[in-house]
């Protein structure tokens, strides 16, 4: 893989991390490629949704979380990591989808909203034109656009959680996270989720965990598979999946463990 | 086989026991109540008038009202509430989503849970040394609704962090995942959300403080008032008086122990009168705790 024909949009750098005493990730280096999914996969417990949590600080969150080396973003070259740099600062620029949907109790309009209301915005024609367009975004607009103000948990499971990529979208993120976006979601609304990633990717860069290699090798451009808190093998997700380098990988995606 | 038979027998019969006793046991506790209630009711219920209500205490038992005592009650409770509320409510806030888990958030843990342990009495205590002697409040209705609110603080503080744990976690990070502030959490999502386990634990403690009678003896309650405090509205200037915070004052429960302590039968029928109120107002604000939690729980849904 040719390191210079890509345009980065971030890039971890001998990235560590630690749960108190627990050394989660170890030495990553890792490119994130612009406006690509980058799939990470790997067994329960190998590090990958830790990794996915590092790039919006929601470590920062916990007490006894160590951070060190860095996670570079481009095209302003700020360590995302580094202490000096705000956690509200990366999250407005880095929003998450997480693995169940958690719509917040308040309408539908509210929730899609609620990024902006964060920032202060609050005239509403602002936020009537960007809740449209982040509905229309995550392909949820015709469902709900007449029942805007009615519950957000009233929603299907499938609605809830385009509903919560559509939170995500509102405020113009330059990077969205997936944390398995689809494990609570039966196949109809999993095959809708992944629709969408596919789609969004023209617009903004994503990372998506899963634990379904069918759905990595579906969305992803770029696949990472970990193990142990490291990255074992990263490469174009064609290659992971038909031709792997390293014997773990093929062990893994073969399904003989994991 | 035939063991294992005798074996299960056996221990049926003393499963069998065990809930005719706890059966019994329940049934303790509920024809006490009602026996209490009934006695109560008959002895005190044809004394309830809109007199009652209306006239000071007085010598004779059948001219004496509890007009002084409903509304130092009523004065009290605001005080405590008005006291208790933002400082309990605060207090959890910060234990539960801002204080980090360390040795001194510990102590100030082991510290509360100590507090809702403390005989009421001990609070009256520490009221009469802070508030009457140290800060010159005199006996006052001031002095009384603090100490009552020290006392029901430690309740506040522990329904408002239950409440708030109620908060699942993917909330919060749902809510600091595009950004947010600790404050934007709390306020849009936190404290909304928790709300109606707030006011259901406000609400339970303020019923427990009306009902206490030893920290305000201790503080100086009078038990023979025949006067109210100073009206809150005035016709002049600025129109709201705040002298009722530094009048004396008595209580319900102070009335009925006053009435009860005395060798006539009518003060005692009088001391079951007021018995009924008390009783009644008590379970008007734990029905209106119930219904508050209920109305919330319907419209909080995760």
Known sequence: MTRSAIELKAEAKNLNFYYGPVHALKNINMPIERRKVTALIGPSGCGKTTFLRCFNRMHDLYPHNRYEGEIILYPDKINIISPEIDPIEIRMQISMVFQKPNPFPKSIYENVAYGLRVRGISR???????????????????????RLNSLAVDLSGGQQQRLCIARALATGPRILLFDEPTSALDP???????????????????????????????????????YLGEIIEFDKTDKIFTAPSNRLTEEYITGRFG | ??????????????????????????????????????????????????????????????????????????????????????????????????AGKNWFTDIIEINIANLAGVPSIIYGLLALG????????????????????????????????????????????????????????????????????????????????????????????????????????????????????????TVMPIQIFNWVSRPQQGFHVNAAAAGIVLLVMTLFMNAAAIYIRYRFRKKIKW
Do not use: C
């Open chain 1, 124 to 146: 509403k024609g602002i936020l009537d034109e960007a809740v449209e367009k982040s509905l229309r975004g995550a392909a949820l607009w015709e469902e709900v656009k007449g």
């Open chain 1, 188 to 226: 109809t609304a999993t095959s809708k989720i992944e629709e969408l990633i596919i789609e969004l990717k023209n617009e903004v860069t994503i990372i998506i965990v899963t634990h379904n290699m069918q759905q990595a090798a579906r969305v992803s451009d770029y696949t990472a598979f970990m």
């Open chain 2, 130 to 249: 802070i508030f009457v002697y140290f800060f010159k409040f005199g006996e006052s209705v001031l002095t009384g609704g603090l100490a009552l609110a020290l006392l029901i603080l430690p309740m506040v503080i522990m329904a408002t962090r239950e409440a708030i744990r109620a908060v699942p976690n993917s909330i919060r990070e749902a809510s600091y995942a595009v950004g947010a502030t600790k404050w934007q959490t709390v306020k849009w999502h936190i404290i909304p959300y928790s709300t109606g386990g707030i006011l259901t634990g406000i609400i339970i403690g303020l019923s427990r403080a009306i009902g206490e009678t030893a920290p305000i003896i201790t503080v100086g309650a009078l038990t023979f008032i025949a006067f109210l405090p100073a009206s809150p509205v005035s016709t002049e200037f600025p129109f709201i008086s705040f002298k009722w915070l530094l009048d004396p004052f």
């Open chain 2, 1 to 98: 086989m035939e063991d294992i038979k005798k074996r299960i027998k056996n221990i049926k019969l003393w499963n069998g026991i065990f809930s005719i006793v706890s059966l019994l046991s329940t049934f303790v506790g509920l024809v006490l109540l009602f026996a209490l209630m009934t006695d109560l009711f008959m002895d005190g219920a044809p004394r309830i008038s809109y007199k009652f209500f209306t006239s000071f205490p007085s010598r004779f038992p059948e001219e004496a009202g509890i007009l002084s005592a409903w509304v130092g009650t009523l004065l009290l409770i605001l005080v405590t509430a008005f006291a208790a509320i933002p400082l309990g409510v605060a207090a959890g806030i910060y234990l539960e989503e801002y």
